[in-house]
């Protein structure tokens, strides 16, 4: 039996470089970064710390009913403004909420890492009887799945696929395969996270954050740079609506790309370690099921997070599948790691990459020393990508890679 | 304390928790079926009326009785009579 296709026919994010995709991306094309000193963090670190915050907009997040949004962490706010502009750009009809044909899948991390903390505290102090009743929804690990599902009145399928930073393309393949299956036409799908500094404390106590106080933050985020320190926390939402493709058609929906291949993958032997064969086989087994040879991918969005591990491991695994011709680039310079809606957030960068036909450089990326053998552009380069893979991998070995092909 | 403190120390629970217009808020609305609580609303209407008295209710059968705004109110009379504290800690 053949398989359903499926397409992204919206995209909508909450960033560090702005709450669309519009501005998201034009700050990646214009080499921008969302990062900056946490001067907010001072009191934890004892100095600024880098980061990659989120700025909301009062009014905006207003606009969700107080029933919904009362239940809503920062995570599933961010979420589910990023629902609202993907649900937008698709101009889905919103009556298909309700026919149990739609269904939401949205992981994170932590539900709301700060909901996390202000119940500790409350429970630290005495305060238990101080917490809303709204509290524990907040920060329950599938939050901004079931907040979104509750946004749009969605009675499908709802899922959190929560696995760290592979939480976000966990969701779009998830999607791909409920659709493949035939059990909803179309999924709200995708990543969310909240940075906090208990998040930024926990890579720190791994020395996996880049933690120097600097003049200029926004270069402390430099994957695959031979003097990379680590990772910078950023945070913010990534929902792509993903639909199957004859559906998508009969509508008259906007197709931006179709999602053509998943995989996902565990280590089974470190829950911190990169594991650069099980990366690599989990590309090739993406591409296997995409159906697409690895010499006709024309871009790697790559996970690397600046990381001295993590990025060579990356970069070894994609240099066995791909060799040196294949663009690759990271857009954490710009963004920050932002954790489990990275994989989500960064297809929305993707998606213009492919419409525009250009691949953009890593930001910060000044010279390749144990990273070298793959192609790492240092300026734009321009060109038709008819079909890219992105990478996401999380803590507990997990590696996700999805494969994303144009629709002529 | 007199009525119209509780009223106002009340209402601004409304307003602030709930989002509500402090012109919709007369005595005669029922809380569910008028201003539209749900049953989550209602425990955060304990909470937050615990915290602004400073009792605990949780566990005071009549705060479950209660059904119209002038039913907290004349709860928040009794109990201001029974706890005189209460007066200072919403001054």
């Given at each position: 039996m053949e398989k359903r296709r499926a397409v992204v026919t919206g995209i909508g994010v909450v960033s560090p470089l702005g709450n669309s995709v519009e501005e998201l991306y034009r700050g990646v094309a214009d080499n921008?970064?969302?990062?900056?000193?946490?001067?907010?963090?001072r009191g934890e670190f004892g100095r600024d710390l880098a980061g990659a915050p989120v700025v909301l907009d009062p009014a905006a997040v207003k606009k969700i009913s107080r029933k919904v949004r009362r239940t809503m962490g920062n995570a599933a706010l961010f979420a589910g403004l990023a629902a609202q502009e993907a649900v937008e750009q698709s101009g889905l009809d919103p009556a298909l909420f309700t026919s149990g044909r739609v269904g939401c899948v949205i992981g994170s991390t932590v539900g709301s890492a700060s909901s996390m903390t202000e119940a500790c505290v409350a429970d630290y102090e005495g305060?238990?009887?101080?917490?809303?009743?709204c509290h524990f929804f907040r920060l329950m690990s599938h939050s901004s799945s079931f907040n979104v599902a509750d946004m749009f009145g969605i009675n499908g399928p709802q899922l959190a696929t929560n696995s760290a930073c592979a939480s976000g393309l966990q969701a779009l393949g998830t999607a791909l395969e409920l659709i493949q299956l035939g059990k909803v036409d179309a999924v709200l799908a995708g990543g969310s996270d909240e940075s906090t500094p208990l998040v930024a404390a926990s890579f720190q106590l791994l020395y996996a954050l880049a933690e120097e106080e600097s003049p200029e933050p926004d270069k402390l985020s430099r994957p695959f740079d031979a003097d990379r320190t680590g990772l910078v926390c950023g945070e913010g939402a990534g929902v792509l609506v993903v639909e199957e493709l004859e559906h998508a058609k009969r509508r008259g929906a906007p197709i931006l790309f179709e999602i053509a291949g998943y995989a996902t993958n565990c280590s089974g032997w470190h829950v911190s370690h990169s594991d650069e064969l099980q990366i690599a086989n989990c590309m090739k087994a993406a591409l296997a099921d995409a159906g697409i040879a690895p010499e006709k991918v024309d871009y790697v969005s790559a996970?690397?997070?600046?990381?001295r591990v993590g990025d060579a491991a990356e970069a070894a695994a994609i240099r066995a599948v791909f060799g040196g011709e294949t663009p690759v680039s990271s857009l954490k310079g710009h963004?920050?790691?932002?954790?489990?809606?990275s994989g989500a957030l960064e297809l929305a960068a993707v998606a213009g990459m492919m419409r525009d036909g250009v691949v953009l450089p890593t930001r910060n990326l000044e010279r390749v020393e144990d990273c070298a053998g793959i192609l790492l552009p240092r300026e734009v380069r321009e060109g038709k990508l008819r079909v890219c893979i992105k990478n996401s991998i999380a803590f507990g070995g997990v590696n996700t890679a999805l494969v994303c092909r144009s629709i002529d | 304390m007199d009525r119209n403190e509780i009223v106002k120390a009340v209402n601004s629970i409304f307003v602030e928790r709930f989002e509500l217009e402090e012109s919709e808020l007369t005595p005669e609305k029922n809380i569910i079926e008028d201003l539209q609580l749900d049953s989550l609303d209602l425990v955060d209407m304990i909470v937050g009326l615990q915290q602004k008295f400073g009792i605990m209710l949780r566990d005071n059968p009549e705060i479950r009785n209660v059904r119209t705004l002038n039913d907290v109110y004349d709860l928040f009379e009794k109990l201001a009579k029974e706890h005189p504290e209460i007066a200072e800690k919403i001054r």
């Open positions: 921008r970064s969302g990062i900056r000193a946490m001067t907010e963090w305060r238990r009887n101080d917490l809303s009743a996970h690397a997070t600046g990381t963004l920050g790691h932002t954790l489990g809606a | -």
